[in-house]
């Protein structure tokens, strides 16, 4: 079929209606053309601010220079060379930039893959290879993808495994530490919480999955599709102190918190929680697919060769991308102004009743200079 038969935006709609799985589920009718910063084009015209910066993914906005130069400039030397072959010297700069700023020095071993969902299951495989043990334990809202292994440790919503079932066996559900899960009011302290939610960790343990059969629990830092409930330290902490007295790692799911969006390079930072393995993906290279597993060392080395491993794994474009990424947050103080914005856009946006606020909100999709001219704040980008 010519492209000149896909002409308007109606023909492409329906045609991507037509041939495009119906698994896949969109939000918004339209064909997007192009994007930059904050706002994406569609080709019939319409520009739209990105509020979901492409599900968590483009944390330095669409198309940054730095960041497309870096992948344009690789694609003229090595697109694609594969990690069971030879190492590549993006994947190992990738590296060497990461190591100062993963939330503990003792993460010191990589693993670079194309997605979350596959760089759970590889978090997955490591927990079990590496201890010995079957069972792993999930949190009750946690998200962390549609793959059989990632899917099973799901527990936001049924939708994402629906018909899917038998899922991965193995898998205990603990509480997380939040008001609405417990089915207590908003106001329950949050030490109640995090007692209440250990002490069912510690029946799980007792009743259903024995500590010695306990590869790991993961956990998100921030609870994605469960709320976007962050974790409190003292439950972090909580964990932490489990998985040391039992040898149970903790896998640290960063694909949707990591890279910024906490304020933090991660979220897990702000707890000083150590993670055994920490997943990261979508922000590490603003929209290049990549995923990436660290652990440490000691637990790698008992990997066997080949265990890990992907044709596209830790692609040579999205390497160079990532590597321009941390680059890009380091120059141009991207967590500092991100700290700077949190604390002057609550106040700001409490001077607005609910109808200035809607007011304002179709206003800002317009014109991103409202911010400066009713908010009074400045953007340093």
């Not at 474009?317 to 856009?345: G, H, P, Q, T, Y």
Request: with cysteine.
């Amino acid at each position: 079929m010519s492209s000149s038969s896909l002409s308007t935006t109606e023909k492409l709609q329906s045609f991507g209606e037509r041939h495009v799985t119906k698994g896949i589920g969109r939000i918004a009718p339209g064909v997007m053309k192009k994007a930059e910063g904050s706002y994406v084009e569609y080709l019939d015209g319409k520009r739209m601010l990105d509020f979901t910066c492409g599900i968590g993914v483009t944390n330095l906005g669409h198309s940054h220079p730095k960041v497309s130069k870096a992948a344009a400039e690789q694609c003229m030397q090595l697109v694609h060379g594969q990690c069971s072959i030879s190492f590549h010297e993006p994947y190992l700069r990738l590296i060497e930039k990461l190591l100062p700023i993963v939330p503990h020095p003792s993460l010191d071993s990589f693993f670079f893959w194309n997605s979350g969902s596959e760089a759970v299951e590889a978090a997955l495989k490591m927990a079990r290879a590496t201890t010995g043990r079957q069972n792993v334990i999930c949190m009750q809202g946690g998200y962390h993808g549609r793959t059989f292994g990632a899917m099973a440790v799901t527990r936001s919503k049924t939708g994402y495994s629906e018909g899917f079932h038998p899922l991965m066996p193995g898998v205990f559900v603990t509480p997380y530490p939040f008001w609405h899960q417990l089915g207590l009011p908003p106001s329950t302290p949050t030490q109640t919480l995090t007692q209440l939610a250990l002490n069912q960790l510690h029946l799980l343990l007792q009743q259903q999955t024995s500590p010695s059969d306990t590869a790991a629990i993961i956990i998100e830092p921030v609870l994605g599709e469960g709320g976007y409930v962050p974790a409190p330290r003292e439950f972090l902490v909580g964990l932490r102190e489990v998985c040391d007295e039992h040898g149970i790692l903790l896998i640290v799911d960063e694909v949707q918190s990591g890279f910024g969006r906490t304020g933090k390079m991660f979220a897990v930072e702000e707890s000083g929680v150590r993670p055994d393995i920490l997943v990261m993906a979508k922000g590490l290279a603003n929209g290049f697919p990549l995923s990436g597993v660290v652990s440490r060392k000691e637990v790698t080395d008992k990997l066997r060769p080949g265990s890990m491993g992907g044709t596209y794994a830790g692609n040579a474009v999205s390497c160079a991308a990532a590597c321009a990424v941390i680059d890009a947050m380091e120059e141009e103080r991207v967590l500092e102004n991100v700290k700077e914005r949190f604390r002057l856009e609550p106040a700001a946006l409490q001077d607005f009743d609910d109808s200035r606020s809607k007011s304002l909100a179709k206003r800002l999709v317009q014109n991103p200079r409202v911010w400066q001219t009713e908010l009074k704040v400045t953007w340093d980008f």
